[in-house]
């Protein structure tokens, strides 16, 4: 069955229920296949209005097909409570909200056209909790965050799903500390909610809160059991950890962090490459933490950030040789990332070729941001001390 045709007999499912022919939806209900994602959203609407028409067995069995079709993927839509479709001009409103979720979801696309649909959903039925989270989402790609936030600013406890977009919105605009109590708030309804706390937890490390997203980290670790995606979201919370108490100069108390991240994950780039660079940036286990830095290149040489960081590995041990022809792939790899372009600057200059090291510092100035603009340009003033390499 094409992707049609299962919205269209889920659409159809509907008709069938406002038509007050509950055991012909049911039916309906039972033969649709749910893989895709739009699927997936209109049968939980179909599911709550078979609730509301007393064919609970049919939902619950609708329900179950749901959570296999998602697996472990906690989409926002899905979080949001069950609101049955119960008027024509409900089921146009949730059809216009599908919409605006859909386009904004759709790499480069005009933010005015989300936001028209998501504006006519929300004339139709400004009560349905989709229709105000398609809004706020269209309202928030075209820039417009104030109005983002006045989609939710009138309901003192909206679900905890659009409470999290709203702490994260309020975020955006440099409001911290009262961003970490909302997203407190939203998680105090929705503890279980994994994607909710990794969100609390970036909400809160955006804030400075160490200590508010060391309590999102244990509350996650604490819900992990031990098959492979827990084990692996687990290793990525041990290096969340361990880079806070390295953001705090801890290093005694992240290192432990590190060595267990590294015991659950040894094959994983990502977690040897952040592990390796941490170590041998404060000259800790130099050759093995090179050793893991490589390791991590070997598995994944075409990454362009974890290119850069063993050829400034081979930088900061004096490797100058061996690490230009690696910034260099790290630079050509991601032209626009001003650190490997700084990166390559200093190596430049310290293997001898000045003039390409010039040249590669304007470069960088051009991307760089205030610090970094400062540093680059004392070095075009007066080449690469120690005080003016890159950190």
């Keep these: 069955m094409g992707h049609r045709s299962r919205l269209f007999q889920l659409e159809a499912a509907l008709v069938q229920l406002a038509a007050r022919r509950p055991a012909d939806a049911a039916a309906l209900a039972d033969k649709v296949t749910l893989t895709d994602r739009t699927s997936q959203l209109v049968a939980l609407r179909l599911a709550a209005t078979l609730d509301k028409a007393g064919e609970g067995e049919a939902a619950k069995r609708l329900r179950g097909r749901i959570a296999l079709a998602t697996g472990e993927r906690e989409d926002p839509v899905l979080l949001l409570p069950d609101q049955p479709v119960t008027s024509p001009r409900a089921g146009a409103a949730h059809w216009f909200g599908l919409l605006a979720d859909g386009f904004a979801r759709t790499p480069n696309s005009n933010p005015k056209v989300p936001l028209l649909f998501a504006r006519v959903a929300f004339w139709l039925d400004a009560s349905d909790w989709q229709v105000r989270g398609a809004l706020l989402e269209a309202l928030a790609l075209g820039g417009r965050t104030d109005d983002a936030l006045g989609v939710l600013a009138e309901f003192r406890d909206p679900p905890p799903v659009l409470a999290m977009r709203y702490a994260e919105l309020v975020a955006d605009k440099g409001g911290f500390p009262a961003a970490v109590n909302l997203a407190e708030r939203a998680i105090a309804h929705e503890p279980k909610s994994r994607i909710l706390l990794i969100r609390y937890a970036d909400v809160a490390r955006r804030s400075g809160d160490a200590a508010a997203a060391e309590r999102a980290y244990a509350l996650l670790d604490a819900d992990l059991d031990d098959d492979e995606n827990d084990v692996a979201l687990r290793g990525s919370i041990l290096i969340a950890r361990a880079e806070l108490l390295l953001q705090a100069d801890d290093w005694d108390a992240a290192e432990p962090l590190l060595t267990k991240a590294v015991a659950l994950r040894p094959n994983d780039p990502n977690i040897l490459n952040f592990v390796g660079y941490s170590s041998i940036e404060r000259r800790k286990n130099v050759d ?39 910034l260099e792939k790290a630079q050509a790899g991601d032209p626009g990332n001003a650190v490997i372009v700084e990166h390559l600057g200093d190596a430049y200059w310290q293997a001898g070729r000045r003039f390409q090291a010039r040249y590669t510092w304007r470069a960088a100035a051009l991307l760089a941001e205030a610090d970094m603009a400062t540093r680059i340009e004392a070095k075009l003033r007066d080449g690469l001390t120690p005080a003016t390499t890159a950190p």
């Excluded at 063993?310 to 041990?317: E, I, Q, S």
């Design 288 to 326: 093995a933490s090179l050793a893991q830095i490589e390791a991590a290149w070997a598995q994944d040489p075409q990454s362009a950030a974890i290119t850069d960081l063993l050829g400034w590995a081979y930088f900061l041990t004096g490797r100058h040789d061996e690490a230009v022809p690696l």
